[in-house]
């Protein structure tokens, strides 16, 4: 499929024209392509589009543009894990569109490739470091993310020198970090879905990691999830609460022990608090260690 999208009005950098190479993704609230600008020979991007939708009053590019721009302003480092917008929407019309970079695949549809579903030691816990401080540094930018899960983690492009980078996306439902105000609607998949989601409490920075936690497990461990094709919320609910009760059925064994410490340490966080990003990372690394893991980057599927 190969159509050109001409973009005037609309766009933050006045007669900028695309053409769709082809498509990526479609997902609940639009489309994802990889298109060529008239304005870069030879460069490839993605582009992002929704469409107004009558039963909602607002877009949700709204704030995955508010998370980009707010990385734009962050430091070199501070940036790595986030993809860079060049284009946007300025105007709000009948639907909405960014131009970022052209990413790899998510580890979601990577893992799916892999024996029994899930990756090796050493490229699970590599994922873990690089979800973490993406994590961290959308923290940073004042965000919590509120959909971690491995289809929103992608890799980056050989031709680009950053196929070892892991970057977080899809920000559609991220909420700026503010003081607790009272109770939400669920959001999110609610199969990494933290517990406060799931008590209609506002999600902050310990619910992202909590996120995180049950996004390991699932990269990791050979058994699935235990609430893997549960579809029931409050069912869900009762599970993530009794695998904290007794978090040994999530992360078995003296090897994981590490994991069940941050397990603990989350349960005592509050929706204010801040989170020992450092202390968390060195959990990983002790992990790694007992299990003979390089932590570097050479993953199941390079070859």
């Known amino acids: 499929m190969v159509f050109v999208i001409s973009i005037f009005l609309n766009s933050s950098q006045s007669g900028r024209s695309y053409t769709v190479v082809e498509s990526i993704s ?13 304005w870069r020979k030879g460069a490839l991007f993605a582009m992002k589009e929704e469409r107004r939708n009558p039963k909602r009053n607002h877009f949700k590019l709204v704030m995955e543009i508010r998370v980009l721009e707010a990385a734009k302003g962050a430091s070199k480092e501070q940036q790595k894990h986030f993809p860079v917008l060049y284009d946007r929407s300025v105007e709000v019309r009948s639907f909405m569109f960014i131009v ?9 549809d990577i893992k799916y490739r ?3 579903k899930i990756f ?25 993310h509120r959909d971690i899960k491995p289809a929103n983690f992608v890799l ?3 031709r680009t020198g950053s196929q070892n980078v892991v970057y977080v996306v899809d920000f559609g439902i991220a909420r700026k970090i ?7 609607r669920f959001k999110g998949t609610i199969r990494f879905a933290p517990l406060a989601m799931h008590r209609s409490e506002e999600s902050g920075r310990k619910d992202d990691c909590e996120s995180w936690l049950y996004m390991l497990a699932d990269m990791i461990n050979k058994k699935k999830l235990p609430w893997y094709e549960e579809e029931n919320l409050n069912n869900v609910r009762e599970m993530k609460e009794g695998v904290f009760a007794n978090p040994s059925t999530l992360f078995p064994g003296q090897e994981f ?9 989350l349960t005592k966080r509050h929706y204010v608090d801040k989170l020992d990003y450092d202390w968390l990372r060195e959990m990983v690394r002790r992990v790694a260690k007992r299990r003979r893991c390089s932590l570097h980057p050479a993953f199941d599927w390079s070859g």
């Open 26 to 38: 479609y997902g609940g609230y639009g489309a994802v392509y990889k298109v060529k600008a008239d």
């Open 100 to 108: 970022m970079s052209l990413l790899g695949e998510s580890l979601a």
């Open 114 to 116: 892999q024996s029994n």
């Open 120 to 144: 090796s030691m050493n490229t699970g816990l590599y994922c873990a470091l690089e979800t973490l401080e993406a994590i961290k540094d959308m923290h940073a930018l004042g965000f919590v």
């Open 156 to 158: 980056g492009l050989a």
């Open 178 to 184: 503010v003081g607790a105000d009272g109770t939400v």
């Open 257 to 265: 022990s590490e994991f069940r410490h941050i397990m603990s340490y």
